[in-house]
């Protein structure tokens, strides 16, 4: 059997944390935040990095979080701890929304959010389109790094449409799994140690 030292130790392999990639966390970070996150990479440079953690829904509607926005049936997520009053957004809508960024293929984010205002006026925007955070990850330069090297992150890939489906609330686990063998014991960890 595998020693216990092994069984936490990270494995980096050659994927490097770049835009469009995902850290998910360790089995044990016990933070309010990043406990069994998946964040994905917006920006990570020699200034950097950011991202949203994207498994993370609150029981918020946008009316709720935003007046200037009419109804509209979609959740918001805990983007993470930084600039917890701003809203963010990422979506599938492309060139539709001016000023949006691509972050991998088929997935932007950011845009004119007026122009989102109003499509959603229009209903030109499904529930599956777009996703609003609030608040987003940030690591200064090379604390990513750090904590990569102190086995707090595995970087991952990820298909662009895992991103918006419904049941991103398991996206840890599978994206766990998916890791290989070694990590699938990372998934039968109690979420919280302290009531076994």
């Known amino acids: 059997m595998e020693d216990a030292d092994n069984i936490f130790k990270i494995d980096p392999g050659n994927i490097k944390p770049v835009q469009g990639r995902v850290l998910i966390s360790e089995p ?79 997935i932007y984010w950011g845009g004119d959010v007026e122009q989102v205002k109003e499509m959603i006026d229009r209903h030109e925007i499904s529930t599956s389109d777009i996703r609003f955070f609030i608040g987003y990850s940030g690591w200064i330069p090379k604390q990513l790094e750090n904590e990569l090297e102190n086995n707090a992150w595995v970087v991952s890939t990820i298909n662009s449409s895992e991103i918006m489906k419904a049941d991103i609330e398991t996206l840890w686990d599978r994206l766990v799994t998916r890791l290989g063998d070694k990590y699938k014991l990372w998934t039968t960890f109690p979420t919280n140690p302290s009531v076994n």
């Open 28 to 106: 044990f970070t016990n933070d309010y935040y990043f406990k069994r996150s998946v964040v994905l990479l917006i920006e990570h440079s020699d200034e950097g990095t950011f991202g949203w953690i994207i498994n993370k829904p609150l029981k918020l509607k946008l009316e709720d979080v935003s007046k200037e926005f009419s109804t509209f049936d979609t959740g918001i997520y805990l983007g993470g701890p930084v600039k917890t009053e701003n809203m963010y957004f990422i979506h599938r809508l492309g060139n539709r929304i001016k000023g949006s960024v691509e972050i991998k293929e088929g």
